[in-house]
């Protein structure tokens, strides 16, 4: 099953997907001038925004199967040490998958592996509407 | 003084900048494909962005005169309701100034004034290196 | 209605819930022994706890009539100023009234009414197990 | 080295400080009503005041041979799973010690090893006051 990220913020970042399992993500993305900041280095907002792509998709792809869908709910990013250069590499694991909500952690690593920023993601599951599988409002 | 912008993610994502002051700061973004997610809602990374950016820019401004500069620490984003269309509308103000940490508040609204996403941006404020005004790793 | 706090937490740190409406709520503590770490100061903890004792009571009180009841889900609390002595006084306001979630925030204040923490607390609301009004795992 | 936990609030709620190292530290409470919420389990504010208790504690211990000292700056804790009885362990590694915050993850288990909710803390460590060790306003 392929999620359609065309034309969406994960595609206008320059985010690459790499792995949406149900427990464990991966993603990366090039340090582009659009994700910097007016400094030159990776804007806050990246990580927050590809940690949510990556735990979304993946949550999203585990669920749908059981007629359910995944909304963010929460997320909170700690910036830890700019980066300038290279790639952000995004590596997530669940941490709990309850009937209700998954909560996820995501560690953000330079291309030395140094850790870069972590975010904690919480995933609302919910019953998805029916003869529809996106979320309304 | 300007804050440069463009070529920056803030500019890539048409992040406006309304109101950059040191209690208080506005932005908005009118909701575009490069913001959207799959389903074609806000992406949750989108808030938080804004709320980095415009926080982060209040602050900077607000402390280089100092010889000081801000750099994010902490953001935790809150998604309350979808948006899928108009404008969505950041409003900050600025909650602790402390000598070495700020601690702002970000309310998210849609075209109707409901509240959308919720943010709270810890920034860092460190003495500038010498003969620069850009932070060092 | 009245909740049982007797031999709870809420009593052995001393904590008075003042007023558990469905849109505010209102507590304080005394700055004794009990809420303090080791230099004196009130212990980041009992913001945290008194925080979840008044948003979970006052939510609780609200959706029970509904045959729901209220979980804490997230407890974030930023530390912006120590207090030593008198009281602290906790002021919570609703946030977001959803279906499944509310979000609360709340500021703490000195006696002389300077903030010293801010926490936002989210809530879960599920139905009640039948013929019971406590949760089961 | 000791610290002084007598008549404090981790004293006041039973908590056992078990390791106390800079890059990990334990800790662990017996479920008593102390530590209860109105319906029997575990309070949210526990969860919380233990995270906050043992990696003040460690980062301090830490840090105080260099002249600093280490003061909580955020406590954000997710409830996973609710205990009734027996044990809560929590178990705290560092994720980042830069020159002015570290960044601690606290996972809390009950006596069967399930996951029960997660804490992330930042300290703030800054230079120790002159002739003293103990943090002023």
Redesign the interface.
Known sequence: ME???E????A??GFELLELGEASARGRFPVE?????????V????Y??????IV??ATHLAVMGNGELA????????????V?AGFVHAEARV??R?R??W?W?VDFADDQGR?CA?T?V?M?V?PAPPQSS??S?
Not at 33 to 41: E, K, S, W
Not at 48 to 53: H, K, L, N, R, V
Not at 71 to 82: A, D
């Open positions: 999620l359609q990220v034309n969406t913020m994960a206008a970042l001038d659009r994700v910097r900041q007016p400094f030159g280095i804007h806050g907002g990246a927050a925004a590809m940690a949510e792509t979304s998709a909304m963010g709910q929460s997320n909170h990013t700690s910036f830890l040490r700019p300038s941490r709990h309850g209700t909500s909560v952690e850790l972590l904690r919480t609302a919910r996106t979320p409002t």
